[in-house]
């Protein structure tokens, strides 16, 4: 974890197996632990690994990474379980949790919490609009 928690800023961005509609049990944590605030996008981009996607922030693109933000209760006690769950904590981490700023599908610009790889993306695929939901439908996803 690079970041501390704040009780203040309970909103995570999700984008990928946590979102509405995957039957993940950690997504379904989110829902029975959270508040479904919409669609949203940041900048940066998002790359297929395999069974998840990895998304990389970078505010100076032009490309944008879809997902969507939930407000979460009792921030701390869910936050612990995801970070376990997303590996944030082990050495040599495929993800790290940090604030970035995230636009809501009304314009609004938020800080939320969002889960971004960190390591190399040279033998994944790119996903160029950015969105994992589409990339799934569309059954490009290398399973």
């Given at each position: 974890?690079?970041?501390?928690?704040?009780?203040e800023n309970?909103?995570?961005?999700v984008?990928?197996?946590?979102?509405?509609?995957f039957?993940?049990p950690?997504?379904?944590?989110?829902r029975?632990?959270g508040?479904?605030?919409?669609?949203?996008?940041?900048?940066?981009?998002l790359?297929?690994l395999?069974?998840?996607p990895g998304a990389?922030?970078?505010?100076?693109?032009?490309?944008?990474?879809?997902?969507?933000?939930?407000?979460?209760?009792?921030?701390?006690k869910v936050?612990?379980?995801?970070?376990?769950?997303?590996?944030?904590?082990?050495?040599?981490?495929?993800?790290?949790?940090?604030?970035?700023?995230?636009?809501?599908e009304?314009?609004n610009i938020?800080?939320?919490?969002?889960?971004?790889?960190?390591?190399?993306?040279?033998?994944?695929?790119?996903i160029?609009?950015g969105?994992?939901?589409?990339w799934?439908?569309?059954?490009?996803q290398?399973?």
């Amino acid at each position: 974890m690079n970041a501390e928690s704040s009780p203040e800023n309970a909103y995570l961005f999700v984008y990928g197996t946590l979102m509405q509609g995957f039957t993940n049990p950690f997504a379904k944590k989110i829902r029975q632990n959270g508040t479904w605030l919409g669609k949203a996008s940041f900048q940066g981009f998002l790359y297929d690994l395999g069974e998840y996607p990895g998304a990389i922030y970078d505010p100076q693109s032009a490309g944008k990474v879809h997902g969507e933000v939930w407000e979460l209760r009792d921030f701390q006690k869910v936050i612990i379980t995801l970070d376990r769950y997303e590996g944030v904590t082990v050495f040599n981490p495929e993800y790290v949790r940090q604030q970035i700023s995230v636009v809501l599908e009304n314009g609004n610009i938020i800080s939320c919490w969002a889960y971004l790889f960190c390591q190399s993306v040279e033998s994944f695929t790119f996903i160029p609009h950015g969105d994992y939901r589409k990339w799934l439908s569309d059954g490009k996803q290398h399973l």
